[in-house]
């Protein structure tokens, strides 16, 4: 397995567009993987594939419809009206695609494993999760340690933003010289709108208050 590459599980938005370049500048080689699962905003894929190409690293696209069809979600059933926030006596939003991060990584960690790589990176972050449990801290830790032993491999799964909030995250983009493409090329809205989004949605309203919790930060600085 070779130490010095990386594969990110690579969806054109915010968090895996920083996490991209947050590899790229921690290893030699990189590598990203998109996924289809059905969802409704497919149109991240062209973006992923074009900032991809932006960031000069290999870039394939897998097809996972039955992620999509396991389970009603507002992500991947148009009949379905996306909660905003997590309903009274829920779990989660009706936006979370239960199992997306636990299939995304095995099948990428199985894609990594035929190109000899051994580094993953995934944008899930805990601090603003949305809710989803799929991106916490021990989920993660978990499932590292479950992969490692189905293949008899030593991957290790980097979270460069499992810590960070919205606002920090931003901080890390413009770090890394990317603030503007992240903020007017990526895809984070659930309704399919690049750069700033719909606005009203739960991942555009994060996306926003983080964006002026860091610009307000810089000013003043």
Not at 2 to 28: H, I, M, P, Y
Not at 122 to 135: A, E, K, M
Not at 155 to 176: C, G, Q, R, S, Y
Not at 177 to 201: A, K, Q
Request: glycine letters at 8%; aromatic letters at 10%; hydrophobic letters at 40%.
């Amino acid at each position: 397995m070779n130490k010095d590459n990386a594969l990110v599980v690579f969806s054109g938005g915010q968090d895996s567009t920083t996490c991209l370049f947050w590899a790229k500048r921690e290893f030699k080689q990189v590598y990203a993987l998109s996924f289809r699962y059905g969802q409704k905003h497919e149109k991240e894929v062209d973006l992923a594939r074009a900032i991809a190409s932006k960031a000069g690293v290999d870039f394939s696209v897998m097809d996972v419809p039955f992620i999509g069809r396991l389970g009603h979600n507002a992500l991947t059933d148009i009949s379905l009206t996306m909660d905003e926030q997590i309903p009274d006596g829920a779990v989660c939003p009706n936006t979370f695609v239960p199992g997306r991060n636990l299939f995304f990584l095995s099948i990428a960690a199985v894609y990594a494993r035929e190109k000899g790589i051994s580094h993953l990176v995934t944008g899930v972050s805990q601090t603003d999760f949305s809710g989803y449990p799929d991106c916490r801290d021990s989920f993660i830790k978990s499932l590292n340690v479950t992969l490692n032993l189905a293949m008899d491999e030593q991957f290790v799964i980097h979270t460069p933003l499992m810590w960070l909030d919205k606002a920090e995250t931003w901080a890390l983009a413009d770090e890394l010289g990317v603030f503007d493409l992240v903020r007017h090329e990526t895809l984070t809205c659930y309704n399919g709108i690049p750069g700033d989004g719909c606005g009203h949605c739960p991942a555009c309203k994060l996306r926003r208050e983080g964006l002026e919790k860091y610009l307000s930060t810089k000013n003043n600085k």
